[in-house]
């Protein structure tokens, strides 16, 4: 056997040949990873540089060979797609982070002079109550349906009009409804992104009352007079419209504090967003813009919307040269085969009740299809985009002089079925797919389908006089059987297609950040509950009133 000394000895020249090799490949790890962290610094630097080099046109670009001049231009058309992609992303997630900022509790912050809504706030929107909530509601149908009737009354007003003005050209005799839906191509572009910066309530004043009802007061008498009441009503119910936007509530709540305290360093985080007249043209007001040309979702959202909701308000023109040229009614009974519409718009808010209902007991099953978004809205779609064709084909063709009036009148029930539920199902799954963007999205849809509604109209007439009922309906028929198939590649495509979305990408990576966070929060904040000391108390209680 060894002396203890040297086995003592031995065990120190192996321990420090051990320590040694172990600090050596230390020293290579840390090394090797400096290497990685400086190669993907340089990347990153690269990327940004490509992102953000727009590819202006150099003179040498115009005496190089014809051979190079193709790659050239694919090169600068990525840089371009690049620098899109990039824009998006950075907007997606200042938005959200601008979201959690007005929705983590106040606990989790850094800062308690930063306000955000604690748990359970009443003043929190989603946390109002049920009475509350049905009263924004109402305001909202009200006002819908005081612009609803500011754009359709013309329609019954057509003969006077022409005599009034002794107008003989048709195509002016549409204006009055083109028009109306010209402030609909522009407010919404406009106020729908403002709306997420500045909140909901201020924005909607102004447009309510159409300065044209004194001028239909005298043509078309009790109907506008209904119409006037109407929208003296909403106007009403508008200044008690509660604000709904968090970030603005909590923006409002900041002010208060600051003058009630004289303390200059609470603010909301809505407070902190850029807001110069560069940010809100180059950003805010050109979101939906942006959302029309490079979201596949929304660009096609807008086209099957668009042409639904043209043929919707080509109906006015329509309708007239049916019942009144085919079947003789009178300017005063034209408009009633109008209500089959609106018995079929009843229906489809009962289909629609239904499908929710169904959809709920299923999440709380936790049943598998209820997580996929496309699974959740667009079944509603489905189901009314052949429906819409059929109403087509049902008013082209028995729109006969041998066929009794109630058969094409009847045709408006499924007609107005099937356009609310495509409404209804494609407007929830682009709100579901681009959370805090909603409002940008849909005022794209808005805008583009308010195009097509203001346009088609104008040929309405020339086209069922030179195609006749049976074969311009047909020919509308034909065109939403091609977009009915929209929501069923969605069904199929939509999860790639969000997956290579750089709205949506933002989106989900700062939802499951922010859900990993709460998460943490709400562990942190059950393992404390049992702390009461004073300072405890004292600190939670002005974070509470922050």
């Given at each position: ?40 610094d340089q990347q990153r630097d690269d990327a940004t540089l490509r992102a953000s080099s727009i590819g202006d046109d150099d003179e040498d670009t115009h005496q190089q060979h014809e051979a190079e001049s193709k790659p050239a231009l694919r090169h600068n058309q990525d840089k371009d797609h690049s620098m899109i992609a990039q824009f998006d992303a950075t907007d997606a997630q200042q938005r959200y982070q601008l979201e959690k900022e ?445």
């Open positions: 056997m060894l002396p203890l000394t040297e086995v003592q000895e031995l065990l120190s020249d192996s321990s420090s040949k051990i320590e040694d090799s172990v600090s050596a490949t230390e020293e290579k790890l840390r090394s090797t990873r400096e290497e990685m962290e400086s190669l993907k007005d929705n983590v509790a106040p606990g989790s912050r850094k800062s308690p002079r930063m306000l955000s809504f604690p748990h359970g706030d009443p003043e929190n929107p989603y946390n109002w109550s049920t009475g509350r909530k049905i009263f924004v509601l109402f305001v909202g149908i009200v006002s819908v349906t005081n612009s609803t009737l500011g754009s359709s009354l013309p329609s019954g007003a057509i003969e006077y009009l022409a005599v009034y003005w002794n107008i003989e050209s048709q195509a002016q005799l549409v204006l009055p409804i083109s028009l109306f839906l010209v402030g609909y191509i522009f407010g919404p572009i406009i106020f729908a992104p403002l709306s997420e910066t500045y909140g909901r309530r201020e924005v909607p004043f102004g447009g309510d009352i159409d300065p044209k009802l004194k001028l239909k007061l005298k043509l078309i008498g009790v109907h506008v007079r209904s119409a006037l009441i109407i929208a003296a009503i909403s106007l009403i119910f508008l200044f008690f419209m509660p604000e709904t936007y968090g970030p603005a509530i909590l923006k409002r709540r900041a002010r208060k504090m600051r003058d009630e305290t004289g303390d200059p360093d609470i603010f909301a985080p809505i407070e902190l967003e850029k807001k110069g007249a560069r940010h809100l043209i180059t950003v805010t007001l050109t979101r939906p813009i942006r959302m029309v040309l490079f979201e596949a979702i929304v660009l096609f959202t807008c086209v099957y919307l668009s042409i639904a909701y043209a043929i919707f308000y080509l109906y006015f023109e329509a309708y007239p040269l049916v019942f009144q040229g085919l079947y003789r009614f009178n300017s005063g009974t034209a408009g009633l085969p109008f209500l089959a519409i609106g018995v079929g718009s009843f229906l489809a808010t009962g289909i629609f009740m239904y499908w929710d209902g169904y959809l709920m007991r299923a999440k709380k099953t936790n049943a598998p299809w209820t997580m996929v978004e496309e699974y959740r809205r667009l079944p509603l779609a489905c189901f009314g985009g052949p429906l819409f064709v059929v109403a087509l084909f049902w008013l082209g063709w028995t729109a006969k002089s041998d066929i009794p009036w109630i058969v094409p009148t009847l045709s408006g029930i499924p007609f107005g079925i099937a356009f609310l539920l495509v409404f209804m199902a494609l407007l929830n799954y682009i709100t579901d797919a681009y959370e805090v963007f909603a409002a940008s999205a849909m005022a794209a849809t808005s805008a583009c389908r308010s195009i097509f509604g203001a346009i088609l109209p104008l040929a309405a007439r020339p086209m069922y006089n030179t195609l006749g009922v049976a074969w311009a309906s047909s020919l509308l028929g034909f065109i939403s059987l091609g977009m009915c198939a929209i929501p069923f590649a969605f069904i199929k495509y939509g999860d790639r297609i969000r997956a290579n979305s750089k709205f949506c990408q933002e989106l989900r990576a700062k939802k499951e950040e922010y859900a990993k966070e709460r998460d943490q929060h709400e562990s942190l904040s059950s393992l404390q509950e049992g702390d009461v000391s004073p300072a405890n108390v004292q600190q939670h209680g002005m974070k509470d009133e922050v």
